[in-house]
């Protein structure tokens, strides 16, 4: 009679294990801020009636577009990176394009956003709504601002997960998980910033 071979146990990587846990209360975090921007509109109903009319809701639209087309480009770069291709390969197709250029294309597209955001932060500034003029000010920028400051530590991100891949020799599995666990980050941001979006420019 032969002993069975020992079977081997698959761990669950600890960095998505410890990704997944801490957007986990990075959930808590954005649910106090919508908490707290809900409790500003509920004591100024007649304040955020006036203020909302200075929105350019077209513009803030084609941001959000540009932010929820970049969690399409950080998909195909995961996929690309399962596949462990982290460059382009002679073909037709998305299929030949390599983890890095659809990670690049994420970061611009991401980089346009927060550009975006800066632009509309101007013209509000410049309509007088700043973030100690009144209550709308303080809720609006206090929002929109920590998302940007999350959308500009992605931005880095990526940039740390593209060094990684241009600086090994031999692109293997465990680079691969980096930029698996870099879209969670980014997924996450992007499904926060539609709640906010809808929150904010549309339930006026």
């Not at 007649?46 to 350019?56: A, S």
């Not at 031999?170 to 666990?181: D, I, L, P, S």
Request: proline share 3%; net charge neutral.
């Amino acid at each position: 009679m032969h002993a069975s071979a020992p079977r081997t146990v698959k761990r669950p990587d600890t960095l998505a294990v410890g990704t997944i846990v801490w957007l986990g209360s990075e959930v808590m975090f954005f649910a106090g801020l919508f908490a707290i921007y809900f409790t500003l509109r509920s004591t100024s109903p007649g304040l955020w009636e006036e203020q909302t009319q200075l929105l350019n809701v077209p513009f803030a639209f084609i941001n959000t577009a540009i932010l929820v087309a970049s969690s399409f480009t950080c998909q195909f770069g995961v996929w690309a990176a399962e596949r462990l291709q982290p460059h382009n390969v002679k073909g037709q197709g998305w299929k030949s394009w390599g983890m890095i250029t659809w990670l690049w294309i994420t970061f611009a597209l991401g980089a346009i956003f927060v550009s975006g955001q800066v632009w509309e932060y101007a013209q509000l500034v410049a309509e007088g709504i700043t973030l100690s003029s009144d209550p709308y000010g303080a809720a609006f920028y206090i929002t929109t601002g920590f998302h940007a400051l999350h959308v500009t530590g992605g931005l880095i991100a990526f940039l740390l997960a593209l060094g990684r891949a241009f600086a090994v020799k031999r692109f293997t599995h465990k680079e691969a998980t980096t930029a698996v666990v870099v879209s969670y980050y980014w997924h996450f941001v992007d499904v926060v910033w539609i709640a906010l979006f809808i929150v904010i420019y549309f339930l006026q």
